[in-house]
């Protein structure tokens, strides 16, 4: 009897989250690694090749990011889709590229050092840098289902 290439493959999952959710894109690349990424999908898995140390020192940044909340939208700063990278080396150091909903935002030039400080306080981050970038610009489909729920948007 033959085998086909699609009897090998693992059954498909479907997933318990909204296509465009930041929580969406980690876990199609779990049931399917050899995917690419979306285009407009920066971020977030390039630290997909880490140890398991550094995942729990990710998680532990994601927490970090989950305590601080936008000035003025009640949505902590993850969930409201401004994250666009996590970056951990070898040595611990985490790197942050972050937007913010518009460029004339109030805390533009409070909330990156802000950012830096609550990661830095993480006992086994070496240092925290921060970088915010505009492109792609923000819009409300990077906010994750729990963002949406809270403003009632979903």
Not at 86 to 93: F, K, P
């Amino acid at each position: 009897m033959e085998t086909s290439a699609d009897q090998l493959q693992p059954p498909r999952q479907s997933l318990p989250v909204l296509a465009n959710s930041p929580t969406a894109e980690p876990l199609k690349q779990e049931l399917e690694p050899q995917a690419p990424a979306p285009i407009g999908y920066a971020l977030h898995r390039s630290c997909a090749g880490l140890m398991p140390q550094q995942r729990a020192l990710e998680a532990m940044v994601v927490e970090a990011l989950r305590s601080i909340y936008d000035p003025e939208i009640p949505v902590n700063i993850y969930d409201l889709g401004l994250i666009y990278a996590i970056d951990i080396d070898g040595d611990n150091r985490v790197k942050v590229q972050m937007t913010l909903t518009a460029p004339g935002c109030p805390v533009a030039g409070s909330l990156p050092a802000a950012v830096e400080r609550r990661i830095e306080a993480i006992g086994q981050v070496t240092s925290a840098e921060v970088e915010l970038v505009w492109d792609p610009p923000w819009d409300k489909s990077r906010m994750s289902e729990s963002a949406l729920l809270d403003l009632g948007l979903f």
